[in-house]
């Protein structure tokens, strides 16, 4: 009964299919990584632009369009996926903390899709606990997964590879697109782990960057002053939560806690003995300098700082590789000319801005994510748009490049006319965020707020607490001007588009302990 009613409701929603073949239909291939700040891009410029992380996404940009203000609608992993998945916000998928399990029996796009006739498979970092629906094939990672001889899930239960999760899920996609009927359009989550927590980098990498200073963001030594009291209760900082061996693999420190330390121990034991033999070679001299050093102070703070980055740098490089092997593989089977190609994360991330790692915030740092979009029939190539979007638009850009009508219930918009460059389109000019995790770890407060074109309007509402940035004038958020007379104006039109917002999005309020 189900299948017939899916094929019924197939045809129903598929526009403009019926008079053309299922071929004629693009690909879509969507690049997911997670915690990938969208500052560690070199398309994206900013201080790290020189060390040319990202070579192979930069590609992507030049032959396609970069979106300079995309942002997610609550900067946490699970919650962030629900959101690209469903379209909808947070409060109506379910998904509001990384506690939640996805309801995968909800309209999704890539179920949607399968519907409509496309090839659906899911490959990688998948972290909603719920098993994946509306795909023909999937592999993914437990939880969070292991940089090192990961496991995987399939349909048929959990195994475990040798290699380093990145090319592992990598030599898994190219597999399943050769292995694809080629009469069917497809749709391919490649979704990867790195480069998140622990940052652990790939055997090719394990010394790029050694002779390198990373500049230091001019934040590094935030005091927090000009902010909620609560920014400076936080625990993500550099200086005060980075374990030395956790996150930085100072072996020869044992100085972690309990947790920390088993899951370091853990790590490392998992590799095998080649792998340890390389990571040791690259990581022992500079652990026992640092270990001989002593220091202290602002001194081991920018220690911690480059080892942080190098690591994390890293590990985008294996994901950057390994997206050239997947354009490579594209270009050679004939595929690239009609496959839409997008490469996001779940979020932004910290790299030492405000002394932190981690996200959650509405700053910019953790609400912007990159977005880069390469569809050669359709995009102008160099392309640049700096309309204000959403991860909450993934969904129904997907849909519309299939034909297929979104369900009412999704409270995105397509970026197919941004894509096109039609400058007539009337585009929102305000953007929704709500985080909802505390407590937690890290502690940071729940919030909700507004983002326009030129402010921000932040509400700690279990605080009852206020922030109000002038990005113009303050594009480091430094400084709140939420108590300033001469924002008196900005502040009620903000307050006021607010709460059209939450109306808008039927946003209830958050009465959970």
């Not at 990373?214 to 550099?238: C, K, N, S």
Request: net charge negative; proline share 6%.
């Amino acid at each position: 009964m189900r299948t017939a009613l899916l094929a019924v409701l197939a045809l129903v929603t598929v526009s403009g299919c019926a008079d053309r073949s299922p071929d004629d239909r693009p690909n879509i291939v969507f690049i997911f990584t997670d915690d990938h700040a969208f500052q560690a891009i070199g398309a994206y410029g900013g201080r790290l632009a020189s060390l040319n992380p990202t070579p192979n996404i930069d590609r992507l940009a030049a032959d396609g369009m970069l979106f300079s203000r995309a942002f997610v609608t609550n900067s946490i992993c699970a919650p962030s996926r629900a959101v690209i998945l469903s379209g909808m916000h947070s409060h109506k998928n379910g998904v509001l903390t990384n506690v939640e399990r996805f309801d995968s029996t909800q309209a999704t796009f890539p179920a949607l899709l399968q519907d409509a006739g496309y090839q659906t498979a899911m490959i990688g970092k998948w972290h909603l606990k719920a098993q994946p629906m509306g795909f023909d094939y999937w592999e993914v990672l437990p939880g969070q997964g292991k940089y090192y001889n990961p496991e995987f899930i399939t349909v048929t239960g959990r195994h475990q590879e040798t290699g380093y999760v990145t090319d592992l899920i990598t030599d898994k996609a190219l597999d399943w697109i050769g292995r694809r009927d080629p009469k069917k359009p497809f749709l391919l989550m490649f979704q990867h782990k790195a480069p998140h927590r622990e940052w652990s980098p790939g055997p090719d990498h394990l010394s790029m960057f050694a002779g390198d200073s990373i500049p230091e963001p001019p934040t590094l030594f935030d005091d927090y002053a000009g902010r909620i009291p609560e920014a400076a209760q936080q625990e993500m900082e550099i200086d005060r939560h980075m374990d030395l061996f956790y996150d930085l693999k100072v072996r020869q420190n044992a100085d972690s806690t309990a947790r920390l330390y088993k899951l370091a121990r853990a790590n490392y034991n998992r590799m095998n003995d080649a792998q340890r033999a390389a990571w040791d070679a690259a990581y022992d001299p500079e652990n026992e300098a640092f270990v001989d050093a002593g220091l202290t102070g602002k001194d081991l703070v920018r220690w911690k700082y480059q080892r942080y980055m190098k690591d994390y740098l890293r590990s985008v490089a294996s994901v950057d590789d390994n997206i050239g092997r997947l354009l490579d593989y594209l270009d050679a089977q004939g595929l690239a000319d009609n496959t839409l190609v997008v490469y996001s994360s779940d979020q932004g991330f910290y790299l030492g801005e405000h002394g932190w790692f981690d996200k959650r915030w509405m700053y910019e740092e953790s609400m912007r994510t990159p977005l880069i979009a390469r569809w050669p029939r359709v995009i102008p190539a160099g392309s640049v748009n700096a309309d204000l979007v959403q991860n909450l638009d993934y969904a129904e850009t997907f849909l519309d490049v299939a034909g297929v009508d979104p369900p009412e219930a999704m409270q995105g918009r397509s970026l197919v006319p941004l894509m096109r460059g039609d400058s007539a389109v009337a585009w929102r000019d305000a953007l929704y965020y709500q985080y909802y995790e505390q407590p937690s770890e890290h502690n940071v407060p729940r919030h909700y707020g507004v983002r326009t074109d030129r402010y921000k309007l932040i509400h700690y509402y279990r605080l009852d607490e206020w922030e109000l940035f002038d990005l113009d004038n303050d594009p480091n958020e430094m400084h709140s001007v939420y108590g300033d007379s001469r924002y008196a104006s900005v502040r009620a039109e903000l307050k006021e588009r607010l709460q059209e917002l939450r109306t808008q999005y039927d946003v209830p309020e958050d009465t959970r302990e």
